[in-house]
């Protein structure tokens, strides 16, 4: 199994939105991945309540069987649509982690 962890700080006003609103409008969009996207085993996003400076805004957790199925998640236009909106100036900083767990 893949896990696929994203994290997002997001910029405190962008695209006519605070921070705080286009982390609730990310996570909506994220959420709404897993309907749309059959091979992902899970999908979920949440906007985080810890305000320590060393925490992101935004977090992503995600299961795949494969890496193959990560990839194609990668390139699915559904994916790739909310990417492009995430990545049109709305974060200031992003993080990845990606691991596999053998066994599972």
């Given at each position: 199994m893949i896990k696929h962890l994203v994290f997002w700080k997001m910029?405190?006003?962008?695209d006519n939105r605070t921070g705080r609103e286009n982390a609730e409008v990310m996570v909506q969009r994220l959420n709404?991945?897993?309907?749309?996207i059959p091979f992902a085993v899970a999908?979920?996003?949440g906007v985080n309540f810890n305000d320590t400076?060393?925490?992101y805004d935004v977090g992503l957790y995600s299961i795949f069987k494969t890496k193959e199925d990560l990839n194609e998640y990668q390139k699915h236009p559904a994916h790739v649509q909310v990417a492009e909106w995430i990545n049109s100036g709305i974060v200031e900083s992003r993080a990845v982690v990606d691991y596999e767990i053998e066994g599972l």
């Amino acid at each position: 199994m893949i896990k696929h962890l994203v994290f997002w700080k997001m910029k405190p006003i962008a695209d006519n939105r605070t921070g705080r609103e286009n982390a609730e409008v990310m996570v909506q969009r994220l959420n709404a991945l897993k309907s749309i996207i059959p091979f992902a085993v899970a999908i979920e996003a949440g906007v985080n309540f810890n305000d320590t400076a060393a925490a992101y805004d935004v977090g992503l957790y995600s299961i795949f069987k494969t890496k193959e199925d990560l990839n194609e998640y990668q390139k699915h236009p559904a994916h790739v649509q909310v990417a492009e909106w995430i990545n049109s100036g709305i974060v200031e900083s992003r993080a990845v982690v990606d691991y596999e767990i053998e066994g599972l």
